[in-house]
């Protein structure tokens, strides 16, 4: 697995009503045969997210739906992965954060590293805190 790909962008790829949608989706497409996946925390973060009526103003989705579009996605000719943090978080590195934004994205930057991954993001933040962890996505 080259990539973990950040909830912004992963959910921009599924979700055809974000604004980055076309952004999102080309750079998924184009990268998934290099090797790609989500935390665990991504995974639940998009499906709370497709459910949510504040995100998703073209509809909602039940459960059922949101974990099937997850599903639809992690399949498929190029198939993403589910990673799981292998320890707990790093202190060193989640005192690096300024404010608490960046809490969760210097987490995946951790799941990340220990895959042996690079966290596609387009959170200007966490490339500019771990730019040898991080791609842009644009």
Do not use: C
């Not at 949608?21 to 973060?45: M, N, V």
């Not at 954060?97 to 799941?111: F, K």
């Amino acid at each position: 697995m080259k990539f973990l790909v950040d909830n912004d962008v992963f959910l921009a790829a599924i979700y055809a009503g974000h604004e980055h949608h076309s952004q999102a989706r080309k750079w998924l497409d184009s990268h998934k045969p290099d090797g790609w996946g989500i935390a665990a925390e991504t995974y639940l973060a998009a499906t709370r997210l497709l459910m949510n009526p504040a995100v998703m103003a073209s509809g909602t989705l039940p459960a059922k739906s949101a974990l099937l579009a997850i599903e639809t996605e992690l399949d498929g000719p190029y198939p993403g992965k589910v990673v799981l943090a292998r320890r707990r978080p790093d202190q060193t590195m989640l005192r690096k954060a300024e404010g608490h934004r960046q809490i969760m994205d210097t987490w995946l930057v951790q799941i990340a590293r220990d895959a042996g991954a690079k966290l596609a993001t387009r959170d200007a933040g966490s490339r500019t805190n771990w730019p040898e962890d991080t791609i842009p996505v644009r």
